[in-house]
């Protein structure tokens, strides 16, 4: 497509629920980035994929998070037993290749975990 | 560490320049962006300088880096009311594995 795409664009859900949020980078795009932005706050790093592998997952702030990529395209950032603080937008970038001179966001997901 | 810091508020007058700065701590920076966001939408790519320029000019925007203070500027001349929003700096780590934000300066405009 023209740009990254994320759906859903607006989650709630239960606390205890797990969510899937996917993210469709621009097409040819190898680089792969999740943030997370909470209320009034900055971007917080969440994991790189280089295409299907994920050198950095540094940022996942605990086991409940996980992502992967497939076909070197499309990620999801999964979310197990959601917490009120997981409550965020998820934001998912894509660059043309690691040195990422040209990086793309995505409109987000906004979770809200009630 | 990694950090990108920036101040929280700029307040400028209608058609006034404004000047948002960001400093960060990347003494191996490759890329260095300018994000906005307005309320309620994503993240808009403004520009980005590379790490071995000076200045970068783009009709309103003006980019200045400072690699030895490790200081990056963003002017934007003639300030309009659609210029309100959140500028986020931020620095293409040197590993090349994550990009760092800075925690976003809240511009807003005055008539």
């Known amino acids: 497509g023209a740009g990254v795409s994320q759906s859903p664009s607006n989650k709630v859900t239960e606390k205890g629920k797990d969510v899937e949020l996917r993210c469709d980078p621009i097409?040819?795009?190898?680089?792969l980035y999740w943030y997370r932005q909470s209320l009034g706050q900055g971007l917080e790093f969440l994991i790189y994929?280089?295409?299907?592998?994920?050198?950095?997952k540094s940022g996942l702030p605990s086991d409940r998070f996980s992502a992967e990529r497939t076909g070197g395209s499309v990620s999801t950032l999964t979310i197990q037993r959601t917490q009120q603080e997981d409550s965020a937008v998820y934001l998912c970038?894509?660059?043309?290749?690691?040195?990422?001179?040209?990086?793309?966001f995505g409109e987000g997901s906004w979770l809200t975990v009630v | 560490g990694e950090d990108v810091e920036q101040s929280l508020f700029l307040s400028v007058r209608e058609g006034d320049s404004s000047v948002i700065n960001c400093t960060y701590t990347?003494?191996?920076?490759?890329?260095l962006y300018w994000y906005k966001q307005e309320p309620g939408a994503g993240l808009q790519l403004l520009t980005y300088?590379?790490?071995?320029?000076d200045m970068k000019q783009d009709q309103r925007l003006t980019v200045l880096l400072n690699k030895k203070d490790k200081h990056l500027s963003l002017r934007i001349a003639d300030t309009q009311t659609g210029d309100s929003a959140i500028y986020f700096c931020?620095?293409?780590?040197?590993?090349?594995?994550?990009?760092?934000f800075g925690s976003g300066t809240r511009l807003s405009i005055r008539p």
């Open positions: 300088i590379f790490s071995n320029m």
């Open positions: 990347d003494s191996s920076s490759t890329y």
């Open positions: 994929f280089q295409g299907n592998s994920a050198p950095d």
């Open positions: 970038a894509s660059s043309l290749h690691r040195s990422g001179n040209t990086i793309y």
């Open positions: 931020a620095d293409l780590y040197s590993s090349a594995s994550k990009i760092i």
């Open positions: 097409s040819g795009h190898t680089a």
